[in-house]
């Protein structure tokens, strides 16, 4: 056991044999010098070195240090093979005690000790070999000689007499020879299964490192969400209560209001009452001395039935709350809420109008310069030199250079739609004013129940049905990534163009058949 372990010690791990001529790397981890200089010649072309033990990197091509112990080490080891591997075959002539066999003849077909093994030498001519007790499969069973010779035609090993037979006139090679070829190739191909296994390990430890990186960059958006759904939760109750107040404080002014003319309303009552209950009186007086002697400054009160009426009339037209104040209130507090996420996210919503001057005249444009739809009549358009001439598309007025922004855009379903961004130098007419047939615009192309994605004359079909007439567009100027969005539930990422942009980019439409498009506010 002990021998078996030193020699899994005296193993190299490439070519899993005894160290030969070994070397070691700064890392510590010893190899043949062959095998090492082979792994290490096979990542050059690569681009990188690393041991194929610990997968250690190196920057330049790793220095090797010559082992001489070791190699000493296994000398002595192999010198003391014969007995300390405990083969159990002794020599064949020991007969009184076991000795253990140094070498095996095969055409004697017997096993020898040091002493039999010199006296064997004398007669000459005898293939000797490893410790062995399988004799037969060394001999050809057809003329029972000792196989001598390879044959690669047939893969098959063959002794001297099946020259002059089956294999006669064939290429052959010396057993030993065609050994130590086939040995030589299997460490070759040793060498290049233990690099395909470094670069299996060096994959799967980039994708679980990538793997890692991933389940932590989603821990942190996670908790930004939240943080960012928090933030927003404080400023929906600032709002309410920025609302509520509003109501509150219109209703406090003019309940305070109707509360002040209700009070003035029944003193004036009161001293209706009274004057009422005088009139009465008067009106029962039977002496007309009495009646006609009554001023008649304490019967009559001029203007007081004018201003109860006047005060009715204030009241009635002050009564109701102001519902458009209370509802711009909620409305910049929902606004400056928008903002501020969006702002937070790095997100700029553009205000996108399209430019009347380049729709072909073909493509009619909304007043609001949001829409174009694909006309049955020709617009009526005065020239420009920014008019598409062949093709029914438009761009918008201002262009993007920079930054991160996002913007929604509805289709009809109906005909042929392309929705997309351009560069202004793009050709105004001829094949290369097409959206798709540019390298100044990228476009996603929406027909027929498909999607495509087109640039500069190459087209990609997405694998995905069109359910939504909904799109949101994003651009990353800086990164250079423009990707389109099917705002379904839940949202369905459709593709990215990834360039770098040297030019504002405008967007640009493209109507046919009956297609309309409208930019989302």
Request: charged share 30%; with cysteine.
């Amino acid at each position: 056991m002990a021998s078996a372990e030193l020699r899994y010690e005296l193993n190299c791990s490439i070519c899993l044999s005894l160290y030969t001529d070994p070397v070691s790397l700064r890392c510590g981890h010893n190899f043949c010098r062959s095998c090492i200089v082979s792994v290490l010649d096979a990542q050059e072309a690569a681009g990188g070195y690393s041991c194929p033990d610990c997968r250690a990197e190196y920057p330049e091509h790793p220095a090797l240090e010559k082992k001489r112990k070791l190699e000493n080490l296994v000398e002595r080891f192999s010198s003391t093979q014969p007995s300390m591997e405990e083969t159990r075959i002794f020599c064949t002539y020991c007969t009184k005690s076991p000795v253990p066999a140094v070498k095996s003849c095969l055409q004697c077909e017997t096993s020898l000790c040091e002493d039999h093994l010199t006296a064997h030498n004398k007669i000459g001519g005898h293939l000797l070999t490893e410790p062995t007790d399988s004799f037969g499969n060394r001999k050809c069973s057809l003329h029972k000689k000792v196989r001598e010779y390879y044959c690669p035609q047939d893969a098959a090993c063959v002794c001297a007499s099946c020259l002059l037979g089956k294999h006669q006139g064939h290429l052959v090679e010396l057993l030993d020879e065609a050994f130590e070829n086939k040995k030589k190739k299997l460490r070759k191909y040793l060498v290049e299964l233990n690099l395909q296994k470094s670069e299996i390990q060096t994959r799967v430890q980039n994708l679980q490192d990538r793997k890692r990186t991933i389940q932590e960059k989603a821990s942190d958006k996670r908790e930004n969400i939240s943080k960012t759904f928090m933030d927003i939760k404080k400023q929906l109750q600032e709002a309410e209560k920025k609302a509520l107040s509003e109501v509150s404080r219109q209703e406090e002014k003019i309940v305070s209001q109707i509360s002040h003319l209700i009070k003035k309303l029944e003193i004036q009552e009161d001293e209706l009452y009274k004057k009422i209950h005088h009139v009465e009186e008067m009106c029962r007086v039977t002496d007309p001395i009495r009646l006609l002697q009554e001023s008649d400054n304490t019967i009559f009160c001029p203007g007081g039935d004018e201003d109860t009426g006047g005060n009715g009339e204030e009241v009635s037209s002050e009564e109701d709350l102001d519902e458009v104040l209370i509802s711009l209130t909620l409305y910049r507090s929902m606004r400056d809420i928008v903002s501020n996420v969006t702002s937070e996210l790095g997100i700029h919503v553009p205000d996108i109008l399209l430019d009347v001057d380049t729709a072909h005249r073909w493509v009619k444009i909304s007043e609001d310069l949001k829409t174009a739809t694909d006309s049955e009549e020709k617009q009526e358009k005065p020239e420009s030199p920014g008019r598409f001439v062949d093709y029914p598309q438009v761009l918008s007025r201002c262009g993007l250079s920079s930054g991160r922004h996002y913007w929604e855009v509805e289709w009809n379903q109906m005909g042929e739609c392309s929705i997309g961004l351009s560069y202004p130098s793009i050709e105004r007419e001829g094949e290369e004013s097409d959206i798709e047939y540019n390298d100044k615009s990228w476009c996603l192309y929406m027909y027929d129940g498909e999607y495509k994605v087109w640039h500069n004359s190459v087209t990609l079909a997405l694998r995905v049905n069109p359910t939504c007439p909904t799109l949101g567009v994003f651009l990353d100027y800086e990164a250079g990534r423009l990707s389109f969005y099917e705002l379904c539930d839940p949202i369905r990422h459709l593709h990215t163009f990834t360039a770098s942009f040297t030019e504002p980019l405008h967007v640009i439409f493209c109507v046919d058949d009956g297609a309309s498009v409208t930019i989302r506010s």
